[in-house]
T-cell receptor, first 115, second 114 residues
């Protein structure tokens, strides 16, 4: 079955460490996205990529980095520069600009906690 | 600035009640409005609306868009405890570097009590 897989489901990070969240899709979608969700804040866009080897900053990109070396994969690194990284992170994909007839497909999320 | 505003932010009802969730938007070059239901983890797609006045229905859920007044409503009739979730509204636009990106509202947290 096609879908998006995020791993791990839960992640604990010590202050000052970088961590990488994995996101893999087998839907043959061109576009992939990372969102952060905090209570009462809805979903806020961190980074997005509409094509391999290209990505753009979203609304809250500071302290994060991404890569898009393969169509299927869009890992997110939470760096030590992110001052408040504890949150729920959602990865999503869509067919691409102008083709998102049914919106996004979401992964199950990664809950990151700084300890 | 493009924005999507949902109301209320939270709502508590009893089983059997009917609820109406609101979503208003201010975006340039509107393309579509989507509703998602988020229970524990991944939001799941409910509806996509592009045309005014055409109701979309799925079981006890229905939604309609008013492009003149820039809002949409999501109705849930005869609510059940399984309807308890966060309901997210999102909008897409037709142009620009962020074409295809969804702009989300903050969500409405619905709690249905037995």
């Amino acid at each position: 079955d096609g879908g998006i897989t995020q791993s791990p489901k839960y992640l604990f990070r010590k202050e000052g460490q970088n961590v990488t969240l994995s996101c893999e899709q087998n839907l043959n979608h061109d576009a992939m996205y990372w969102y952060r969700q905090d209570p009462g804040q809805g979903l806020r866009l961190i980074y997005y990529s509409q094509i391999v080897n290209d990505f753009q900053k979203g609304d809250i990109a500071e302290g994060y980095s991404v890569s898009r070396e393969k169509k299927e994969s869009f890992p997110l690194t939470v760096t030590s520069a992110q001052k408040n990284p504890t949150a729920f992170y959602l990865c999503a994909s869509s067919k691409g600009p102008g083709q998102q007839d049914y919106g996004y497909t979401f992964g199950s999320g990664t809950r990151l906690t700084v300890v | 600035e493009d924005k999507v505003v949902q109301s209320p932010l939270s709502l508590v009802v009893h089983e059997g009640d009917t609820v109406t969730l609101n979503c208003s938007y201010e975006v340039t070059n509107f393309r579509s409005l989507l509703w998602y239901k988020q229970e524990k983890k991944a939001p799941t797609f409910l509806f996509m609306l592009t045309s005014s006045g055409i109701e979309k229905k799925s079981g006890r859920l229905s939604s309609i868009l008013d492009k003149k007044e820039l809002f949409s409503i999501l109705n849930i009739t005869a609510t059940q405890t399984g309807d308890s979730a966060i309901y997210l509204c999102a909008v897409t636009m037709n142009y620009g570097g962020s074409q295809g990106n969804l702009i989300f509202g903050k969500g409405t947290k619905l709690s249905v009590k037995p």
